[in-house]
């Protein structure tokens, strides 16, 4: 069970080929890539000369957040509310969601006692949209639960300003720019340290931006003036849709895939983020119960539920005492009594389904790298809970890069709420 989950090196650099391929194919304007590319109409990150007061709103779940960023000498002051989204707002009609945001923004601004006239604000918007501009896009699908009706195959910026129009009249609120939470970290890391070259979130999902010269966006539309480049967002978690992570794959994966809300969709997603790892992990144990060799043949009721074993569990078992963790959950949680080898076996099945997590994720990485060819002395961003409190995850991702491609002087750094002060950078690159 434990070889399922090895990758060796060669596999990896044949994914790598694969994975190039489906980016160059999905810049061209044939659209026969399972890697989307998607233009973000952001041009250059930030120089970290930038000052002046941002505001931020980040809508990509049941919690929505505004921020204020005050950014100067390259140091970002932010000040922060979040407000939690009713299942009755996120399923009402779209005027009474940018309605109740609006609300919120107003009384942000009142708390705060922001002042000016024509105030920059970035949206995250972390639903599939089709951008048309920095500040048009239409909501191509809702996601995470949400169904507001009018909103999708609109564009969203609009119903945003005309609902803060409506509702805060007395201020004149400016959306810049609407990005994506990728974008956003690329851009929240650009500011501290310009070498940054690659947005990579890492927690229940898992995607991926990098900076493109435009030569290489053959279905680019927009001016072709300096700076020649543009933030492209991949899309990394539909990798695999079109067969290329078949040789990879497990029954496990097929399984899981069966009994997920998506069949047949974010293949690579469903085999590194944290939606998933917690239940390959229990999928890997169950089979070793059935064949008699963990838990005696008896996994129990609770252990027998689908998702009951979470990806927060596979980071405490990881981490220093890891056997106690484990032994712990199994009886708390479970109510397994396990044995030592029972034990060892759920630690080394948690490190196993994250190594390959970890493994597939640096490949990835490493694609993107050598397509830009960028291996010296740059920096990729990196957000995302799995990313942040997972305790081996991060060192499997470098050792395996250093693998992939020996000499890079590539360093990792950890790009604390890109979604929300990146978006307050854009707003603040597009005010330039």
Not at 248 to 273: A, C, V, Y
């Amino acid at each position: 069970t434990f070889n399922k989950f090895t990758v060796s090196k060669e596999t990896l650099q044949e994914m790598i080929k694969q994975f190039n391929d489906e980016m160059t194919t999905g810049l061209s304007k044939a659209t026969k890539s399972s890697l989307k590319m998607l233009p973000s109409y952001v041009r250059s990150t930030p120089t970290g000369q930038e000052s002046g007061d941002f505001l931020a709103l980040d809508i990509g779940g049941t919690n929505f957040r505004v921020l204020r960023c005050n950014l100067s000498g390259g140091q970002i002051k932010t000040d922060a509310e979040v407000y939690p989204m009713s299942s009755a707002v996120m399923k009402g009609t779209g005027g009474e969601l940018f309605g109740f945001v609006a609300d919120c923004i107003k009384g942000f601004l009142k708390k705060y006692d922001v002042k000016g006239d024509n105030l920059p604000l970035g949206f995250t918007f972390s639903f599939p949209c089709a951008q048309h501009s920095l500040n048009r896009a239409t909501l191509i699908t809702w996601t995470k639960g949400f169904t507001a009706s009018g909103v999708e195959g609109e564009e969203v910026v609009q119903l945003l300003q005309k609902a803060l129009a409506e509702r805060c009249p007395d201020f004149k609120v400016d959306v810049t720019a609407i990005v994506n939470d990728t974008v956003g970290t690329l851009m929240a890391a650009a500011y501290e340290n310009p070498k940054s070259v690659i947005g990579l979130i890492i927690g229940t999902g898992t995607n991926a931006c990098y900076m493109e010269h435009l030569d290489a966006v053959e279905k680019w539309t927009g001016d072709r003036d300096e700076p020649k480049q543009v933030i492209i967002n991949i899309e990394w978690g539909a990798f695999g849709d079109a067969g290329h992570m078949d040789n990879i794959r497990t029954d496990l994966d097929k399984e899981i895939d069966q009994h997920s809300l998506n069949p047949g969709k974010q293949t690579f997603e469903k085999m590194i983020s944290g939606m998933y790892l917690g239940e390959v992990v229990r999928l890997a144990a169950m089979a070793l119960v059935k064949e008699g060799a963990l838990f005696n043949g008896i996994a129990g009721d609770k252990f027998s539920v689908r998702e009951s074993f979470e990806t927060r569990f596979v980071s405490d078992i990881l981490e220093q005492n890891g056997a106690a963790s484990a032994r712990e959950i199994l009886k708390d949680k479970f109510g397994i009594d396990a044995s030592e080898n029972d034990v060892d076996i759920i630690v080394k099945l948690c490190d196993a389904a994250s190594t390959r997590a970890a493994r597939l994720a640096a490949a990835g990485i490493a694609a993107i790298l050598l397509k830009i060819n960028e291996t010296k002395d740059r920096i990729v961003a990196v957000d995302g809970s799995v990313y942040k409190k997972h305790p081996t995850f991060a060192k499997i991702m470098s050792n395996t890069l250093a693998e992939i491609i020996p000499d890079n002087t590539i360093s990792w750094t950890l790009a604390d709420d890109g979604s929300g002060v990146g978006a307050a950078m854009v707003a603040a690159v597009a005010g330039k």
